[in-house]
């Protein structure tokens, strides 16, 4: 929470945990806002870089700098979760294309053994048993 006073032409941002951060500028000051346990905040009207007018408490914007540095913070997070999200993705696929593999073959030998892989329930109920257990549902394989 800032203690930040902000002045009339002052660019600010509206806090917050995505980006990009509402911007615009300070056009006037106002009566404290009451929080809902009553107390008393300084605000502040805000000309938004889209053109809406608001008052808002001082407590929920960050000066221009601090926005920039905090958006930079936040896109550095967001592209380090990415690139996790990507390796883990790659080894997915991989393992999804071995169990894929797998079940062709499974296929393949049950048709050799002149019958459909459904009709080997008790050897597939592992593989349903972990794909239920995986949170995967399809509705195909209950019937």
Known sequence: MSDQTFVKDQ?????????????????GTTK???????????????????GNVQKVTARSLMNESEADAEEAKLTAEQSKMEEEF??????IAA?????AAALREAAK???EA???L???????????RAM???GWSTSSLSC
């Open 86 to 91: 990507e390796v883990a993705r790659a080894k």
């Open 109 to 111: 030998l049950a048709k």
């Open 32 to 50: 404290p806002m009451t929080s809902g346990l009553g107390v008393q905040l300084p605000a502040v009207v805000v000309e938004w870089d889209n």
């Open 114 to 116: 002149g019958a459909d």
């Open 132 to 134: 239920d257990a995986a």
């Open 11 to 27: 660019r600010v941002a509206l806090r917050g945990n995505s980006t990009p951060f509402q911007r615009g500028t300070v056009v």
């Open 95 to 99: 393992k999804m294309n071995e169990s």
């Open 118 to 128: 459904q009709d080997f329930y008790d050897e597939t109920r592992p593989l349903l």
